[in-house]
């Protein structure tokens, strides 16, 4: 798949909702997992690697359930996305008004060499494009929107922070090509209890 030299930077475009961010829940896996560990952790992150691919945006939306009072992020591929499409229609469905989806779209699955996800080809074969903030819309969710450019990422990103949600942003980004293999944090069972006890106050 070809990108445009507009495309965004994926660590570039993390740093954006960095600066944005009070204190809002967050969550990474995969490709944003690796990048989001390059900055200052916070108590309310959560950086999901290892992982499965299509659980974060499901895990986000129980937490955005069980505490509606604190907004959520969940940071996902379009690889991710792809494996678990009906997670936007149950999203959809439970209408949590403190849920943001933002979609790191690149077109290929990148942490497991750059293969080209389905969407990218068919785009390609079909002469038509695979667009998933349409997706997101017409299965439910409100608000949806594709952007290109990191200054139009800067325009929306605290929209995408205070709107009633759920709210699906699709980020075009460029594939990583080198060192795109994700590294874990380590210490599961201790992040998952200290994140826990974030999510609770107790820290």
């Not at 990218?120 to 667009?131: A, E, F, N």
Request: with cysteine; aromatic share 4%.
């Amino acid at each position: 798949m070809s990108h445009s030299p507009s495309c965004m930077d994926t660590r570039a475009a993390l740093d954006v909702l960095r600066r944005a961010r009070t204190n809002e829940v967050l969550l990474t896996s995969m490709g944003t997992g690796r990048e989001w560990q390059q900055f200052e952790p916070h108590p309310l992150d959560f950086v999901q690697v290892p992982s499965s691919m299509g659980q974060t945006q499901a895990w986000a939306l129980g937490i955005a359930l069980a505490q509606p009072q604190k907004r959520v992020v969940a940071c996902i591929g379009d690889g991710s996305l792809l494996m678990n499409l009906g997670s936007l229609v149950t999203i959809a469905n439970a209408a949590p008004r403190n849920l943001t989806l933002l979609v790191f779209h690149n077109g290929v699955y990148e942490v497991t060499g750059g293969q080209s996800t389905p969407a990218s080809t068919t785009r390609r074969l079909m002469g038509h494009p695979v667009d998933l903030a349409s997706i997101a819309l017409q299965c439910g969710i409100p608000i949806t929107e594709h952007l290109s450019t990191i200054d139009q990422w800067r325009d929306r990103v605290k929209d995408a922070l205070t709107l009633p949600g759920p709210v699906c942003l699709v980020l075009d980004v460029a594939p990583v090509r080198e060192n795109f293999s994700v590294r874990s944090p380590g210490r599961p069972k201790e992040r998952i209890r200290e994140f826990a006890a974030a999510l609770q106050g107790k820290q």
